[in-house]
């Protein structure tokens, strides 16, 4: 059971356009969302968050929606560079979790930056 | 910054040896620190959960006396993989919380373990 789901496998934009990275989920008990970029071979590198009391959270060139009613956030990069090019993780956590912290992640999406 | 470091990087066994991965935080105590294992172009998989000072928590279907994991200090927890075979085989990712109460997790640089 994929609680938390990244549909799109793979994306491609170019330098300087907006990347738009988005993750669904399923559980409504989940109250705080995060965003990781992972490079291979390496581990994942925290982007952003936000916590299920606000729908937008703004950091740089990074600023994630959360749509609580449809249980959709998403991921906007602008304006996207070759270096954002990686694998972008969203997870989940919630009040079930809290205690422990425990992470569910989405499979994740290899965006591609071209010059 | 919140800095994890994992040691070893890459790692090569032979089946039936057992592999000791460490896990440190750098920079902050972490009373919570998290195992990982991602197999190619899957998603991260938690396979238990280590409180300093107690017995870790494991995900369903990890199996606790193969994948050892000890939390002795507030800085390092350690994997132990028991006799190892290849289907072991895979890249082990340790995270730490750096406080309680919240949720962000920091994560190492991972270990490629090739068992042969």
């Known amino acids: 059971d994929q609680q938390v789901k990244q549909n799109s496998p793979s994306l491609s934009v170019q330098e300087g356009r907006i990347s738009i990275l988005n993750c669904d989920y399923t559980?409504?008990?989940?109250?705080?969302f995060l965003w990781y970029k992972k490079y291979p071979a390496e581990g994942p590198t925290f982007l952003i968050s936000?916590?299920?009391?606000?729908d937008k959270n703004e950091d740089g060139r990074f600023t994630v929606f959360l749509n609580k009613s449809a249980k959709h956030l998403s991921l906007h990069i602008v304006p996207s560079q070759p270096g954002d090019s990686a694998v972008y993780f969203c997870a989940a956590s919630g009040l079930i979790y809290n205690q422990g912290g425990k992470l569910i992640f989405g499979q994740g999406t290899e965006l591609s930056v071209k010059p | 910054g919140a800095v994890v470091s994992q040691h070893p990087s890459r790692v090569i066994c032979k089946s039936g040896t057992s592999v000791k991965i460490e896990c440190r935080s750098l920079?902050?105590?972490?009373?919570?620190m998290f195992w990982y294992r991602q197999f190619p172009k899957q998603s991260l998989m938690l396979m238990a959960t280590s409180n300093e000072g107690s017995k870790a928590t494991y995900e369903q279907g990890v199996e606790k006396d193969k994948f050892l994991i000890n939390h002795a200090s507030l800085t390092l927890s350690t994997l132990t993989v028991t006799s190892a075979h290849p289907e072991d085989s895979s890249f082990y990712i340790c995270?730490?919380?750096?406080?309680?109460?919240?949720?962000?997790?920091?994560f190492g640089p991972g270990t490629r373990l090739t068992v042969l």
């Open positions: 559980n409504s008990m989940f109250d705080y």
């Open positions: 936000i916590s299920s009391i606000k």
């Open positions: 995270s730490a919380r750096r406080q309680p109460g919240t949720d962000t997790q920091y």
């Open positions: 920079d902050f105590q972490a009373t919570t």
